[in-house]
């Protein structure tokens, strides 16, 4: 037997009125449709509310999970404070530690006055403009630990009905600094709209670090399209330059709100692939910003790195899988 809040939960979708309709008509009235032309996650339907409603109404998720999904809906995004074991969170920036001193290989992407880099990661260049450790999770017990924490996994199972895959990973040491965009335009996955990001704070983040900021319900505007029609963006693509300040502007004609994040040490965002964010201008450059932040799919998709070949998904914590990019 179900409790009378969660069955109530569906109470003011059952007799939900109807649009206008001829009911000689030889088509249903009714279309649940995904905002995007590429489709979406069941969060971005038109019906999502209803969904969440019977998810709740028939004991699938606990009417605060409910709560917390609902907020994704329309927001955007969600905070899961405490997402992570503070213990566990010491333990990967020790191995952040043991990358740095190349105890660990893995690469870094980073750009200095030459030009951008891809290479082994080193103490210097994990510091540099814009700099990220690649696909950590892939060789850290600890980051997989954390990623797939116990709060996040039931997240991203619920948001995607099945288990998640973790396929890309990046470790801020300093903020990215990273213009307002969508993921969309650059995470490649072969149902574009079907994954969502982590943002696990490894420290107290602190003003003026180059903290992410985002606005709040962007993941609902229109597709950007670039070219007139394509979901991503090819390298060198001149709009890419007008692509931040077009959001920006779009942003701000729906009058959104623009956030910073100053999360505490294990505090936890995940993000909708849709949502316009970025990372502001580092105002202290004595401050680091230690972050780990994670891109997953349903197990079923595929990151569309995947046609180098020699990639294989591997079960990770919770039910969960990871894969990782080959760079040569
Ligand atoms: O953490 C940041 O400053 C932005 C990171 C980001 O946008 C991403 O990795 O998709
Ligand atoms: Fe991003």
Redesign the pocket.
Known sequence: MQSQTEVGAMNEFVNQELPQYDPHDVNPPVRPRFRSQFGGLWTDLSNADAILAGKVATGAISPSEGRLVGEFIQKGFVLLPRAVDLNLVDRVLEDIESIAEGKIQRKASYWDSTGHHIETATRENTVQLEA?ILDMHEASDSAQQIIFAPAISRFLNIVFERPALAFQS?G?IR????GV?R?TA??RVSSSQEFV?S?IALEDVVPGS???EYYVGSHALPDYLFSGADRWVKPGNPELEGFSGALHEMAKAANLEFTQFRPKKGDALIWAAELM????QIEDESRT?K?L?T?YCPVDQHPMYFYKGNQVKRPSVGGNFICAERWS
Do not use: I, P
């Open positions: 990220k990046l801020f903020g990215s600094q990273q965009h993921d650059f995470v990001a943002w180059g903290e992410l964010h970025g990372g502001s910003r972050s932040v891109h």
